[in-house]
């Protein structure tokens, strides 16, 4: 079958390559000139099942408004984007209530176990490198309020398989030394042993190669502008070098994909979401984090990749405003680095390399997969901020549906179909 997969990101290059494996011919169009060149260009780096939470916690959304217009807050609500949020944030708000919440997590989670497995068995078949790491991941915790909060969660994930252990101060600062300088801000941590770290952007260009030498032909450059229909089903797509046509479609167009399938008929739920990251080079720095660390109080992380420093955090809703805020970014870099007083000391700041890229959130937390009303059409859209953590897993399912097997992957909560139910 001949199939054309709609963005070049981790998502849609893993799916290529899946699809590849199968047989299919294969062809991914992207606009950018390279492939992961937007939202898997400098994430945090982070492949965890233990971080799944949808971000509508309903923490947060008692906090959004105190914290609208304020730059130094993890969640940033732009006034200007308030009349586009209207519809959507009222589900926003609805899917926040905890029943709602505990079963999006529990979705996530079982995506990201299914997902972690399947970036294992990618990188056993090809030998794949790609700055990888298995340390697990450290949360941190200021306060006893905060580390009892995420002790709840951890134990709604373990249900699922995520192992985790909480740690007392002495045993977080023998795990991660490069803490020591905050002991005496610190109540403890939890330690997820199973979640890894990597490069997102090193992953899907290396993959794309692999895929490329066995015959996934990628149009870089290439702006797909509309889904044309013919008797219900895709009959080509337009794009800036002209038409394209296949016997499938697969859309994975991260923050575009609502535009893109809007005009068929299909309503997404996806709005983006602004994050932002710095990379640091750190060679021959002191008190460098061996092990990946979240901040719970500031919701930034720091990942060692190779020689630099990952740190990535805040949400801004900010409609698909591509712009890098400078003072975003160095407010992010010094709360990561308040964590490490050592690292601080000595890394130069102004070598540090800075990133925004648009995340499709859904407006209940987990990605949609799978078929639409249009025959030729799958979706592999919505994964967020978790898109590097849930890409292989994704991709693996999508294939299983396209090829008609029963996906190893339980799909309930992920196809489109769930907005079209009670809930």
Known sequence: ??????????????????????????????????????????????????????????????????????????????LSQLPHLIGWGMGFLRYSQPHYHRRNTRINTRLARYSQQMTRLIRKQTGIRYDEAQRGIIKIFRSRRELDKAALTAALTAELGVRHKILDVPETLALEPALLGICKELVGAIYYPDDESGDACLFTRRLGELAQRQGVCFELRTQVQSMELKGGSIHHLLTSRGIRQADCYVLAAGADAPLLAEPLGIHLPIRP???????????????????????????????????????????????????????????????????????????????????????????????????????????????GHLGWTFAAGCAYALADILNGRRPALDLDGLTLARYARCN
């Open 273 to 383: 979401v602004k994050g932002y990251s710095a990379s640091l080079p750190v060679s021959g720095c002191s008190g460098v984090p061996r092990v990946p660390i979240i901040d719970e109080r500031h919701k930034v992380v720091m990942t060692q990749l190779g020689e630099r420093l990952r740190i990535a955090g805040t949400a801004e809703f900010a409609g698909y405003d591509y712009s890098i805020r400078t003072q975003r970014v160095r407010i992010i870099i010094e709360q990561a680095l308040s964590n490490l007083p050592q690292l601080a000391a000595s890394v130069d700041r102004d070598s540090a390399s800075s990133w925004a890229c648009l995340r499709p959130l859904t407006v209940d937390g987990p990605p949609i997969l799978g078929r639409t009303p249009v025959p030729n059409l799958l979706l592999n859209v919505g994964s």
């Open 1 to 78: 079958m001949k199939v054309l997969v709609i963005g070049g990101g981790v998502i849609g290059t893993t799916t290529a390559w899946c699809l590849r494996q199968d047989g299919h011919e294969v062809t991914v169009l992207d606009r950018a000139s390279t492939l992961a060149a937007e939202g898997s260009f400098a994430n945090g780096g982070m492949l965890h099942a233990s971080h799944t939470e949808p971000w509508n916690t309903p923490a947060a959304i008692r906090q959004l408004l105190r914290w609208v217009g304020r730059e130094n807050s993890p969640l940033l609500l732009r």
